[in-house]
């Protein structure tokens, strides 16, 4: 365990999409600081996660979750009051990314023109399940009257994306989320902030279809797509390591953060500074 400086010991947090990428940074760098993990995914690597993240210290636990879903998402809650008694922080982190153009002139209907599928698809997952996850965990936060909400955003959610709208769209929700439901929640003692990554060093989600449909629809090749990971749009010259967004995050969620309400944070290496 780390030192005891962000006082997370004994916390109980939930982090959606903990199995892979930031959400797994994030879970991991809560339990090196004493917090207790219920890990919420869709996939079953969760399982293989919190099997590492119980050799670092015991009684973490994976709830396999379709946060679209509300009944899955009461049940998560519920499992996690049943084991823990309370829950401290939520973390939604749960998310999907597919580029797409609005219009594709040069193939109209075709793969990489959005259609209300994949559309559909990302406002679920990314603000109804964002919605979902917040709605629940805040009920049994106000009983205890303390509580914090963090909310994975992006800055494409802030500047916008090419290639990316309807997932900038979402990203760009939460930002209004996040502020919206710090109006409300404050009273009870619950804060409510967000965190908005950047590029980011290889998550996993970041496979060979992702990059193939984001140099597509900006006229690149992956090859140059990959150049731009490090060049002179980043005021830092590198893309942001996971660990990095999980040190933020753990920061927001602890009581050093106390009177940090209602804001998104960028973390990007100046790339974007809004």
Known sequence: MKDTWLGLEGKVAIVTGGASGIGKAIATELVDNGSKVVISDISSDGNEVIEELNKKSPKNMFIKTDITKIDEVKFMIQKTIEEYGKIDILVNNAGINIPRLLVDPKDPNGKYELNEAEFDLMVSINQKGTFLCAQCAAREMIKNRKGVIVNITSESGLEGSEGQSCYAGTKGAIYALTRSWAKELGKYGIRV????????????????????????TRGITVEKLREGYNNSSIPLRRVGKLEEIANLVCFLASDRASYIHGVTYNISGGKSRG
């Not at 902030?193 to 597509?216: C, D, M």
Request: no cysteine; hydrophobic share 35%.
């Open 193 to 216: 902030v967000g965190v908005a990554p950047g590029i980011i060093e290889e998550t996993g989600l970041r496979t060979n279809e992702y990059e193939e449909s984001l140099a597509y």
